[in-house]
Protein backbone atom coordinates (compact mmCIF):
# COMPACT_ATOMS: atom_id res chain seq x y z
CA UNK A 1 0.00 0.00 0.00
CA UNK A 2 1.29 3.21 -0.98
CA UNK A 3 2.84 5.30 2.55
CA UNK A 4 1.48 9.19 0.22
CA UNK A 5 -2.00 8.69 -0.85
CA UNK A 6 -3.40 11.45 -3.16
CA UNK A 7 -6.22 12.17 -1.64
CA UNK A 8 -6.55 11.72 2.36
CA UNK A 9 -8.05 8.61 3.68
CA UNK A 10 -10.77 9.23 6.51
CA UNK A 11 -8.77 8.10 9.33
CA UNK A 12 -5.77 10.59 8.06
CA UNK A 13 -5.32 13.21 10.60
CA UNK A 14 -7.03 16.49 10.00
CA UNK A 15 -3.62 18.69 10.46
CA UNK A 16 -0.21 17.59 11.05
CA UNK A 17 2.81 18.97 12.01
CA UNK A 18 6.11 18.09 11.42
CA UNK A 19 9.69 19.50 12.70
CA UNK A 20 8.27 22.78 12.84
CA UNK A 21 10.43 25.78 13.66
CA UNK A 22 9.99 29.42 13.40
CA UNK A 23 12.22 32.45 14.89
CA UNK A 24 12.01 36.19 14.89
CA UNK A 25 15.00 37.52 14.23
CA UNK A 26 17.80 35.84 16.37
CA UNK A 27 14.54 34.60 18.83
CA UNK A 28 13.64 31.35 18.36
CA UNK A 29 9.91 31.13 18.89
CA UNK A 30 9.16 27.93 17.63
CA UNK A 31 11.77 24.71 17.93
CA UNK A 32 10.67 21.78 16.27
CA UNK A 33 6.62 21.22 16.98
CA UNK A 34 5.76 17.77 15.99
CA UNK A 35 1.95 17.49 15.96
CA UNK A 36 -0.96 15.55 14.41
CA UNK A 37 -4.83 16.28 15.35
CA UNK A 38 -7.60 13.48 14.05
CA UNK A 39 -10.83 14.40 12.94
CA UNK A 40 -13.16 16.21 15.73
CA UNK A 41 -10.17 16.43 18.20
CA UNK A 42 -10.38 19.58 20.54
CA UNK A 43 -6.53 20.27 20.79
CA UNK A 44 -5.70 22.67 23.55
CA UNK A 45 -2.33 24.26 23.60
CA UNK A 46 -1.39 25.77 27.02
CA UNK A 47 1.88 27.40 28.53
CA UNK A 48 3.07 30.53 29.64
CA UNK A 49 3.25 33.92 27.56
CA UNK A 50 6.26 33.61 25.22
CA UNK A 51 5.95 29.79 24.93
CA UNK A 52 4.99 29.77 21.48
CA UNK A 53 1.02 29.15 21.48
CA UNK A 54 0.21 31.85 19.61
CA UNK A 55 2.77 31.48 16.54
CA UNK A 56 1.90 27.67 16.52
CA UNK A 57 -1.34 28.46 15.63
CA UNK A 58 -0.90 31.11 13.50
CA UNK A 59 1.53 29.10 11.12
CA UNK A 60 -1.23 26.62 10.62
CA UNK A 61 -3.00 28.65 7.97
CA UNK A 62 0.27 30.62 6.84
CA UNK A 63 -0.49 34.10 8.79
CA UNK A 64 3.23 33.05 10.30
CA UNK A 65 5.38 31.65 7.77
CA UNK A 66 7.79 28.76 9.52
CA UNK A 67 11.41 28.91 8.84
CA UNK A 68 11.16 24.65 8.12
CA UNK A 69 8.80 22.05 8.76
CA UNK A 70 5.86 20.61 7.28
CA UNK A 71 2.02 21.32 7.79
CA UNK A 72 -0.44 19.75 6.38
CA UNK A 73 -3.96 20.53 6.37
CA UNK A 74 -6.61 18.48 5.09
CA UNK A 75 -4.35 16.93 2.98
CA UNK A 76 -2.81 19.77 1.44
CA UNK A 77 0.61 20.82 2.14
CA UNK A 78 0.76 24.00 3.41
CA UNK A 79 4.50 24.57 3.35
CA UNK A 80 4.79 23.53 -0.42
CA UNK A 81 6.22 26.90 -2.21
CA UNK A 82 3.39 25.96 -5.59
CA UNK A 83 0.19 25.71 -2.70
CA UNK A 84 -2.70 28.06 -3.30
CA UNK A 85 -2.92 29.12 -0.21
CA UNK A 86 -5.58 31.00 -0.42
CA UNK A 87 -7.74 27.79 -1.46
CA UNK A 88 -6.32 26.09 1.62
CA UNK A 89 -7.25 28.84 3.67
CA UNK A 90 -10.98 28.51 2.97
CA UNK A 91 -11.34 25.56 5.05
CA UNK A 92 -9.39 26.93 8.29
CA UNK A 93 -11.50 29.06 10.30
CA UNK A 94 -9.54 31.38 12.60
CA UNK A 95 -11.07 33.43 15.80
CA UNK A 96 -8.85 35.60 17.22
CA UNK A 97 -8.60 37.87 20.86
CA UNK A 98 -9.67 40.78 19.35
CA UNK A 99 -13.19 40.41 17.42
CA UNK A 100 -11.61 41.88 14.23
CA UNK A 101 -15.63 42.49 13.10
CA UNK A 102 -15.41 45.45 10.15
CA UNK A 103 -16.72 48.10 11.75
CA UNK A 104 -18.39 50.23 9.28
CA UNK A 105 -20.65 46.71 8.33
CA UNK A 106 -23.59 45.46 9.74
CA UNK A 107 -23.41 41.79 11.70
CA UNK A 108 -24.78 39.97 8.55
CA UNK A 109 -22.78 41.97 6.47
CA UNK A 110 -19.81 41.06 8.30
CA UNK A 111 -21.11 37.57 7.92
CA UNK A 112 -21.89 37.19 4.12
CA UNK A 113 -18.93 39.54 2.90
CA UNK A 114 -16.52 36.57 2.55
CA UNK A 115 -19.01 33.97 1.81
CA UNK A 116 -20.02 35.98 -1.58
CA UNK A 117 -16.25 37.28 -2.51
CA UNK A 118 -14.99 33.38 -1.58
CA UNK A 119 -17.59 31.01 -1.72
CA UNK A 120 -19.03 32.78 -4.72
CA UNK A 121 -21.88 32.02 -2.90
CA UNK A 122 -25.20 34.11 -3.71
CA UNK A 123 -26.92 36.91 -1.94
CA UNK A 124 -29.57 35.18 -0.50
CA UNK A 125 -27.49 31.81 0.28
CA UNK A 126 -24.97 33.70 1.93
CA UNK A 127 -27.81 35.12 4.46
CA UNK A 128 -29.43 31.82 5.20
CA UNK A 129 -25.82 30.35 6.49
CA UNK A 130 -25.51 33.49 8.22
CA UNK A 131 -28.60 33.70 9.88
CA UNK A 132 -28.20 29.96 10.88
CA UNK A 133 -24.64 30.14 12.93
CA UNK A 134 -26.14 33.64 14.27
CA UNK A 135 -28.68 31.37 15.95
CA UNK A 136 -26.53 29.05 16.78
CA UNK A 137 -23.81 31.40 18.62
CA UNK A 138 -27.34 33.29 20.11
CA UNK A 139 -27.03 35.99 18.18
CA UNK A 140 -30.12 35.71 15.81
CA UNK A 141 -31.73 38.98 17.16
CA UNK A 142 -28.58 40.52 16.25
CA UNK A 143 -28.43 40.06 12.62
CA UNK A 144 -29.00 43.97 11.74
CA UNK A 145 -26.70 45.51 14.43
CA UNK A 146 -23.83 47.18 14.13
CA UNK A 147 -20.57 45.75 15.84
CA UNK A 148 -20.17 48.83 18.37
CA UNK A 149 -23.68 47.66 19.38
CA UNK A 150 -22.57 44.55 20.73
CA UNK A 151 -20.76 43.77 23.67
CA UNK A 152 -17.58 42.17 23.28
CA UNK A 153 -19.07 38.50 24.35
CA UNK A 154 -21.48 39.34 21.11
CA UNK A 155 -18.91 40.41 19.19
CA UNK A 156 -16.79 37.41 19.86
CA UNK A 157 -19.42 34.90 19.49
CA UNK A 158 -20.60 37.29 15.79
CA UNK A 159 -16.68 36.46 15.06
CA UNK A 160 -17.10 32.72 15.87
CA UNK A 161 -20.18 32.94 13.21
CA UNK A 162 -18.71 34.50 10.66
CA UNK A 163 -16.08 31.60 10.53
CA UNK A 164 -18.20 29.00 10.81
CA UNK A 165 -20.15 30.48 7.47
CA UNK A 166 -17.21 29.69 5.56
CA UNK A 167 -17.75 25.93 6.41
CA UNK A 168 -14.19 25.24 7.75
CA UNK A 169 -12.67 21.75 7.90
CA UNK A 170 -11.10 23.35 11.40
CA UNK A 171 -11.08 25.82 13.71
CA UNK A 172 -8.34 27.57 15.16
CA UNK A 173 -9.10 29.71 18.51
CA UNK A 174 -6.29 32.17 19.72
CA UNK A 175 -7.11 33.12 23.26
CA UNK A 176 -10.72 33.87 22.26
CA UNK A 177 -11.79 34.58 25.76
CA UNK A 178 -8.57 36.79 26.87
CA UNK A 179 -10.03 40.42 26.08
CA UNK A 180 -13.54 39.85 27.48
CA UNK A 181 -14.84 40.65 30.81
CA UNK A 182 -14.69 37.72 33.47
CA UNK A 183 -18.93 37.85 33.12
CA UNK A 184 -18.76 37.39 29.55
CA UNK A 185 -16.35 34.35 28.96
CA UNK A 186 -19.01 31.95 29.70
CA UNK A 187 -21.02 32.32 26.67
CA UNK A 188 -18.01 32.36 24.31
CA UNK A 189 -16.83 29.41 26.55
CA UNK A 190 -20.24 27.48 25.76
CA UNK A 191 -20.66 28.26 22.05
CA UNK A 192 -17.24 26.10 21.41
CA UNK A 193 -18.41 23.82 23.82
CA UNK A 194 -21.12 22.97 21.05
CA UNK A 195 -19.21 23.20 18.76
CA UNK A 196 -17.02 20.31 20.25
CA UNK A 197 -20.04 18.58 21.08
CA UNK A 198 -21.39 18.68 17.14
CA UNK A 199 -17.06 16.84 16.42
CA UNK A 200 -15.61 20.22 15.14
CA UNK A 201 -11.97 19.88 14.62
CA UNK A 202 -10.57 22.46 16.98
CA UNK A 203 -7.14 23.69 18.24
CA UNK A 204 -7.60 26.28 20.92
CA UNK A 205 -5.06 28.40 22.51
CA UNK A 206 -6.36 29.37 25.74
CA UNK A 207 -5.52 30.41 29.60
CA UNK A 208 -9.17 28.37 30.59
CA UNK A 209 -7.73 25.53 32.48
CA UNK A 210 -11.68 24.26 33.38
CA UNK A 211 -12.64 24.62 29.81
CA UNK A 212 -9.29 22.51 28.83
CA UNK A 213 -9.79 19.88 31.54
CA UNK A 214 -13.82 19.78 30.14
CA UNK A 215 -13.57 19.71 26.53
CA UNK A 216 -10.35 18.76 25.32
CA UNK A 217 -9.60 15.68 23.96
CA UNK A 218 -5.62 16.85 24.50
CA UNK A 219 -3.59 19.04 26.15
CA UNK A 220 -0.36 20.47 24.61
CA UNK A 221 1.96 22.04 27.39
CA UNK A 222 4.05 24.47 25.56
CA UNK A 223 7.30 26.00 27.22
CA UNK A 224 10.55 27.98 25.52
CA UNK A 225 9.05 26.97 22.01
CA UNK A 226 8.56 23.24 22.50
CA UNK A 227 5.98 21.11 23.38
CA UNK A 228 7.15 20.14 26.67
CA UNK A 229 4.19 17.53 27.21
CA UNK A 230 0.70 16.37 25.76
CA UNK A 231 -1.72 14.09 26.52
CA UNK A 232 -5.18 13.70 27.97
CA UNK A 233 -6.29 16.22 30.39
CA UNK A 234 -6.33 14.16 32.91
CA UNK A 235 -3.16 13.16 32.44
CA UNK A 236 -0.97 16.82 31.80
CA UNK A 237 -3.12 18.78 33.85
CA UNK A 238 -4.54 16.19 36.40
CA UNK A 239 -1.12 14.25 36.50
CA UNK A 240 1.52 15.98 34.83
CA UNK A 241 4.68 14.12 34.72
CA UNK A 242 7.53 17.42 34.14
CA UNK A 243 8.69 19.80 36.07
CA UNK A 244 8.01 23.07 34.09
CA UNK A 245 4.00 21.45 33.62
CA UNK A 246 3.70 21.34 37.45
CA UNK A 247 5.25 24.73 37.95
CA UNK A 248 2.92 26.24 35.44
CA UNK A 249 0.19 24.57 36.63
CA UNK A 250 0.79 25.74 40.18
CA UNK A 251 0.67 29.11 39.05
CA UNK A 252 -2.54 29.01 37.54
CA UNK A 253 -4.96 26.81 39.47
CA UNK A 254 -3.31 27.52 43.13
CA UNK A 255 -3.82 31.46 42.75
CA UNK A 256 -2.48 33.39 46.12
CA UNK A 257 -4.40 31.40 49.50
CA UNK A 258 -5.75 34.13 52.02
CA UNK A 259 -5.32 32.40 55.21
CA UNK A 260 -8.70 31.57 57.27
Known amino acids: MSETPSTPAAEDPVVRITGLHKSFGSLQVLRGIDLEVRRGDVVCIIGASGSGKSTLLRCVNLLEVPDSGQIVVHGTDLTDPDVDIDKARRGIGMVFQSFNLFSHLSV ?21 IANTNLNKVGLGDKVHSMPTQLSGGQQQRAAIARALSMDPDVMLFDEP ?20 DEGMTMLVVTHEMQFAKEVA ?10 VVEQGAPAQVIGDPQHERTRTFLSRVLNPVQVEE
Open 177 to 196: TSALDPELVGDVLGVMRQLA
Open 108 to 128: VDNLTIAQRKVLGRSKAESWN
Open 217 to 226: DVVLFMDGGV
